[in-house]
């Protein structure tokens, strides 16, 4: 049921947009409008027609797909959404963005950003978020599941684990604790330890002090790195990382001190 004078309408089962007056109707029940016998042809422009494809490109591009906190089904939503249903576990799925200003020790779980000011203090043991940006204090736990960018002068006694983390060129930050990440960019100044499944990245402007465990790191020119380097994955031994070789004997009058293994160039 529609307002008799509405001029358009969408369809509640499938979202489609359609105009009243082209629908049959088998009977009125104002004798302003009277029922009409046969449907209304619709001829649609060229105009028309481009608009409503950039507006069918521009919701599918705004459509995202999330993974349920629980079961870990997947599936696709609008990005305008505040919330939704799992299908699979039924369990309710937060989508909004919280911004802390003040101190703040709730459990969040949500999809959306997370946004610590300058004034803010989030000292809750358990943050889940898709990205998070950090310009005020962290005491608790963040784990995102993209972007974690810091812009901040200070220390960070918390935990963050997440898939990508960038200090900005303006950050100063020391972490107590070891950071956890795939990816790190580094444009600031940052002191702590890192264990990166991916790349630990250093640019000009940046400097880290701290031990790192990656499987690569990159120092542009400019850029400074202090600490102890252990390239290669975390769980793999010696002798997987060195190839087991027969040993070579040399003879005593050209024996020295020095390193056990020979650096290659």
Same mark, same amino acid.
């Given at each position: 049921?529609?307002?008799?004078?509405? !001029?358009?309408?969408? *369809?509640?089962?499938?979202?489609?947009?359609?105009?009243?007056?082209?629908?049959?109707?088998?009977?009125?029940?104002?004798?302003?409008?009277?029922?009409?016998?046969?449907? &209304?042809?619709?001829?649609?422009?060229?105009?028309?027609?481009?608009?409503? !494809?950039?507006?069918?490109?521009?919701?599918?591009?705004?459509?995202?797909?999330?993974?349920?906190?629980?079961?870990?089904?997947?599936?696709?939503?609008?990005?305008?959404?505040?919330?939704?249903? *799992?299908? $699979?576990?039924?369990?309710?799925?937060?989508?909004?963005?919280?911004?802390?200003?003040?101190?703040?020790?709730?459990?969040?779980?949500?999809?959306?950003?997370?946004?610590?000011?300058? !004034?803010?203090?989030?000292?809750?043991?358990?943050?889940?978020?898709?990205? $998070?940006?950090?310009?005020?204090?962290?005491?608790?736990?963040?784990?995102?599941?993209?972007?974690?960018?810091?812009?901040?002068?200070?220390?960070?006694?918390?935990?963050?684990?997440?898939?990508?983390?960038?200090?900005?060129?303006? =950050? &100063?930050?020391?972490?107590?604790?070891?950071?956890?990440?795939?990816?790190?960019?580094?444009?600031?100044?940052?002191?702590?330890?890192?264990?990166?499944?991916?790349?630990?990245?250093?640019?000009?402007?940046?400097?880290?002090?701290?031990?790192?465990? =990656?499987?690569?790191?990159?120092?542009?020119?400019?850029?400074?790195?202090?600490?102890?380097? &252990?390239?290669?994955?975390?769980?793999?031994?010696?002798?997987?990382?060195?190839?087991?070789?027969?040993?070579?004997?040399?003879?005593?009058?050209?024996?020295?001190?020095?390193?056990?293994?020979?650096?290659?160039?």
């Amino acid at each position: 049921m529609d307002y008799a004078a509405a !001029k358009s309408s969408m *369809c509640r089962q499938c979202g489609q947009h359609y105009i009243p007056a082209a629908v049959p109707k088998q009977a009125s029940k104002s004798r302003f409008l009277p029922a009409l016998t046969e449907p &209304v042809a619709l001829v649609e422009d060229a105009s028309s027609t481009l608009r409503r !494809k950039f507006e069918g490109m521009w919701a599918r591009e705004r459509s995202t797909v999330i993974e349920c906190f629980e079961c870990k089904a997947k599936q696709e939503i609008s990005s305008a959404a505040s919330s939704t249903i *799992c299908p $699979a576990c039924s369990r309710h799925i937060d989508l909004k963005d919280y911004k802390v200003a003040t101190s703040f020790s709730r459990i969040i779980r949500t999809h959306g950003e997370v946004h610590i000011t300058a !004034k803010g203090d989030l000292s809750s043991t358990t943050v889940v978020c898709r990205s $998070a940006t950090i310009e005020g204090k962290l005491r608790g736990g963040l784990h995102c599941a993209e972007t974690a960018t810091i812009d901040m002068t200070g220390k960070i006694p918390g935990q963050l684990v997440a898939s990508h983390v960038v200090v900005e060129r303006r =950050a &100063v930050v020391q972490f107590f604790r070891t950071v956890r990440v795939k990816t790190i960019e580094i444009r600031g100044k940052m002191t702590g330890e890192i264990i990166a499944d991916g790349v630990v990245v250093i640019h000009k402007t940046g400097s880290l002090d701290g031990d790192v465990t =990656a499987r690569a790191i990159s120092v542009e020119k400019g850029g400074m790195f202090s600490g102890q380097l &252990v390239i290669g994955q975390q769980k793999l031994t010696q002798g997987e990382l060195i190839p087991a070789t027969p040993p070579v004997k040399a003879p005593e009058a050209e024996l020295t001190l020095g390193l056990s293994q020979p650096i290659v160039a």
